[in-house]
């Protein structure tokens, strides 16, 4: 599968943004999706994932209440819509595919997921 994000770009504080996450290669609604953020010289972590279906998701905790994530499995494409941004979500921003996952849930750790996009680059200014 191939994973296609976009959407980064630069914003103040107290701003939003919205990412999207366009897939292809694979029957979109057969896997979990999430998004992943990166600051350069630490860990990859978690932000938020969603189930195949949508039904279910979850959330970082210092994103919960601000972020959210949602897919269209007609469109193959994922969003992550950012409120209330702060400095510290600044950050590379990764889609990312689970293939394993069963229905109804969806995964919290990087190493659970099979296919990766390039990032998009969001910045925050105080």
């Known amino acids: 599968v191939q994973l296609q994000a976009s959407g980064g770009g630069s914003v103040q504080a107290g701003g939003s943004l919205r990412l999207s996450c366009a897939a292809s290669?694979?029957?979109?609604?057969?896997?979990?999706m999430g998004w992943f953020r990166q600051v350069s010289g630490k860990e990859r972590e978690f932000v938020a994932a969603i189930s195949r279906g949508g039904s279910t998701s979850d959330y970082a905790e210092d994103v919960r209440g601000r972020f959210t994530i949602s897919r269209d499995n007609v469109g193959n494409t994922i969003y992550l819509q950012m409120n209330r941004l702060n400095p510290e979500d600044t950050a590379d921003y990764y889609c990312?595919?689970?293939?394993?996952?069963?229905?109804?849930?969806?995964?919290?750790?990087?190493?659970?997921?099979?296919?990766w996009g390039r990032g998009t680059l969001v910045t925050v200014s105080s």
């Open positions: 990312a595919a689970d293939f394993l996952v069963i229905p109804g849930q969806c995964s919290l750790h990087s190493y659970e997921y099979d296919a």
């Open positions: 290669g694979r029957t979109f609604g057969t896997y979990a």
